[in-house]
């Protein structure tokens, strides 16, 4: 880890440094959702344990699992066949305070490869559209497998540039969900590098796109539609600072409280440095790795009144 990343961390309020860096040395969960687009959710479990499986249910995402015992689930004919979804158990997290109903028009505008698109085209059941975008035509090519795999048919598929989005569909949708591209420090676990190459230079060109993928979501939400912003990284420019730009920009954005059962969290930082930022913001969920010895995440949940 370089110098500067730990200087960086040691000035964020109740960061626990040598918890993180323990958190950062085990490996990840692995998580996985069973797939009731494609059959029953207890079908699916008791195959798994036919097969020598053994897992617990995660308190926060319907359908979600950690594996337990057993080998590598990617290895599965059941993963094969889109019964299951390997994903990380936080990852599931903003889908669901997201909570898209059948009969919805739900917009994920970063969607590959495909994660938060499968879950949200799940709790869709199957009535109402989930549109997936996507600015690269390669990273799109995963996004569209998953989706056939896990058997969406309610999907969308879009190739555009999210700042953009507003243009066409204005308004449009009753729910959002913007995953944006991030430095990822909730994930190190999984590759060291992104520590190694991390830099400050990154994280204010990884802010500038927040705010305009932030603001463009926002604006594609109808009036008393909900948008969620998340990132899977543990700094306030990509994180509190964006949302609150928001808060500035859109008078009618406006911050809803939320909770997960059994998923730990604290309030996202309303002060940092020189940074005052709005009250509200205790209202977000700042997700440390050791929280809950999985991902690290950040969760704003923002209504749109009118």
Not at 11 to 24: F, I, K, N, T
Not at 102 to 130: F, H, M, N, W, Y
């Amino acid at each position: 880890m370089s110098d500067d990343l730990k200087s960086y961390l040691n000035r964020l309020p109740d960061l626990e440094m040598a918890m993180l860096l323990e958190a950062y040395e085990k490996p990840l969960p692995e998580g996985f959702r069973a797939n009731t687009l494609k059959s029953s959710e207890e079908r699916i479990l008791e195959r798994l344990r036919r097969r020598g499986y053994e897992f617990r249910k995660i308190p926060w995402a319907r359908y979600g699992y950690v594996l337990a015992g057993g080998e590598n689930l990617g290895k599965t004919i059941e993963h094969m066949l889109g019964l299951i979804y390997l994903q990380g158990p936080v990852s599931m997290a903003p889908a669901e305070v997201l909570d898209p109903r059948p009969g919805e028009l739900v917009l994920d505008l970063c969607a590959s490869p495909g994660s938060k698109a499968t879950q949200i085209a799940q709790l869709l059941e199957g009535r109402g559209v989930v549109v997936a975008n996507d600015i690269s035509y390669e990273r799109l090519k995963a996004l569209t497998s998953n989706l056939q795999r896990f058997g969406v048919l309610n999907c969308v598929v879009t190739l555009a540039d999210g700042r953009k989005y507003p243009r066409f569909a204005w308004e449009l949708f009753d729910k959002v969900l913007v995953d944006a591209p991030c430095s990822s420090l909730g994930i190190v676990s999984r590759d060291w590098g992104i520590a190694r190459s991390w830099s400050t230079r990154l994280v204010e060109r990884l802010s500038s796109l927040q705010k305009q993928l932030i603001l463009a979501g926002f604006d594609c939400l109808k009036p008393g539609g909900v948008l969620v912003y998340s990132t899977c990284t543990l700094t306030v420019e990509e994180n509190e600072l964006v949302v609150d730009w928001l808060l500035k920009m859109r008078d009618s954005a406006r911050l809803v409280d939320f909770s997960l059962p059994g998923l730990k969290r604290r309030s996202g930082l309303t002060e940092f440095g020189d940074f005052k930022l709005d009250e509200e913001l205790r209202k977000t969920a700042r997700i440390m790795p050791y929280d809950n010895w999985a991902e690290g995440f950040y969760i704003a949940k923002i209504a749109k009144e009118g």
